[in-house]
Each structure stands twice: as C-alpha cells, then as structure tokens.
C-alpha cells in the first residue's frame, strides 16, 4: 500500500522503464508470497470457513441436504445434532433459538469465525513481512489447536466415550 502512494507522489519524477521496474519487482515480491505454503493454507481455510458460512446462509431449518446420519441409522443423538441449523441462525443473529437447537453451537462457530479473522491477519502479517513465517506458522499452529480443543471439546470428548464404550 505504502508502494502505491509512494509512486503516486514520486511519479512525476521518474521515468515511465524505472516505475515499471518498481511494479515488476512488487510483483514478483507477491507471486513469491503467494508460494509461501502457509498463505496457500490460510487462503485455503478461508475459503472453507467462507463456505459454511454460505452453507449456513443459504440453508434453515429443516432443509439442510446433509442429514443427521448417526441419528438416523442408530437413534443416538451425539452432541452435533442440530449443529447446522443452530449455524443457520447464527448468521442470521438469532442466538438464543441457536442455544436450543444446538448448546456448543455459539461455541464451534465461534471457532470458525475466529479462524477466519486469524487467516486474514496472517495474510496480512505475511504479505507485509515475508520472512516471519516459520515464526507466525508455529504460533498460528499452536493457537488454532488450542483454540480448536476449547471450542470443540464437547464434540472431542463425546467421541472418546464412545470408542471407550466400544473396547
């Protein structure tokens, strides 16, 4: 950004070859950020968040294509159920109907809209200073799994009673 307001200042100073220079090289500073792996990761996860939320969007109540499959092949009711129609009135900022379809909904989906500020700020981070990354990847590794533990805990734990009850 700084780039672009300098040249706009500058420009009336320097010949049309060295402003081109300044772009190609900007240029080439960004097609090499956009081979860091933990870019194409964030964008990645990104655009996943970005999907359930649309998921959530587009669908409410009852008309979800993907069904409660446990529930229906076995009668358990596992701590998820409901969880897309709870995501359903999230966005759509009925929170306490959430709360009643689904308890730990607040709680997932807070985990993904988190993620998703997280990626932002980290394609940010690693746009502005590219050499951080095994640095910012280390964090960004450690925080999204704790992250991930708190708000899915229910889920993570319903899951090791059940395959304690199997054994």
């Not at 759509?92 to 997932?108: E, K, M, Y």
């Amino acid at each position: 950004m700084a780039f672009f307001f300098y040249s706009l200042i500058f420009y009336g100073k320097r010949s049309k070859t060295y402003y081109l220079q300044e772009v190609r090289v900007k240029n080439n500073q960004f097609s090499r950020a956009l081979l860091n792996p933990h870019i194409a990761i964030s964008f990645a996860l990104g655009f996943v968040v970005l999907f359930v939320f649309a998921y959530s969007l587009l669908f409410s109540g009852s008309s979800h294509p993907i069904p409660a499959l446990l529930t229906e092949q076995t009668g358990i009711i596992p701590p998820s159920k409901g969880l897309s129609s709870a995501f359903s009135e999230i966005v759509r900022g009925n929170f306490s109907q959430a709360i009643v379809l689904n308890p730990h909904s607040i709680r997932i989906f807070a985990f993904f809209a988190l993620q998703l500020l997280v990626r932002f700020f980290i394609v940010l981070i690693l746009f502005t200073f590219p050499n951080l990354w095994k640095k910012l990847a280390i964090a960004d590794g450690l925080f999204s799994l704790l992250l991930f533990i708190y708000c899915f805990y229910p889920l993570i734990e319903y899951t090791f009673r059940m395959f304690a009850a199997l054994v």
